[in-house]
């Protein structure tokens, strides 16, 4: 049977997912779903690897979002399965205790897009092209579009994209917030890979704690979100890797952090 997913390890750290249906704009096949899933439950327990790229297969797209070929033989209740299925397998993404880069190499449209807002940070390559583009076929983004969206950019800027169903340029997406960065395509890969060394070179433990911290602080009022940030910060306190920390910093040197 094909293989949807492929997993890989960059410089030990760094866990590469990548969506391998090229031939379908890397679209949610049910397969693709679960095997994504299956990946995503290993990683989350995974301490040797502290951030995790996720990409798309070819040059054309990062993720077409549904598989629209396939839907169209569902009945009601198949796809109500199937949109759950996506929407549950894009939270997986956003809770893993790592970081989380999507690279967009491509188009991300409808759930593609839905997949790497569910990400911690988001790089395109000049060539890609981004929408929520559900309104258009008599839906809605039902995978966290609705929701993701507003919080990163703003309400009305998020009602605009999604009323319109419009797709934009990766520069307009940078403009706008979606992207932290955009790159041309040659040079993406390299970037990415560049950006999750500069993250993973920190300690593990901090890296999950301040996203615990970040990601829950902000559906909560400033004085909850500051009870949060201290108990992460608490859990912390009694690493090796804190220690590590204050030692490497004493000795003028590179920390070595163990994650733990």
Known sequence: M???IRFDIYKNWVGVITLTRPEAANAMSIQLL???SDTLKA?????DIRVVLIIGEGEKAFCAGADLKE???MDEHQVKQTVSLIGSTIQQVEDLPQPVIAVLNGVAFGGGLELALACDLRIAGKNAK???TETSLGIIPG???TQRLPRLIGMGRAKELIYTARRISADEAYRLGIVEYVYEPEQLMEKAHELALEIAKNAPLSLIQAKTAI???MDADLKTGLKI???AYNELLRTADRLEGLQAFQEKRKPQYIGK
């Open 2 to 4: 094909t293989v949807n």
């Open 34 to 36: 679960t095997e994504l």
């Open 43 to 47: 990683l989350h327990y995974n301490r």
């Open 71 to 73: 839907r169209k033989g």
């Open 130 to 132: 981004i929408g929520l």
């Open 143 to 145: 995978a966290g579009g």
């Open 215 to 217: 990601n829950h602080g």
């Open 229 to 231: 940030e201290a108990l």
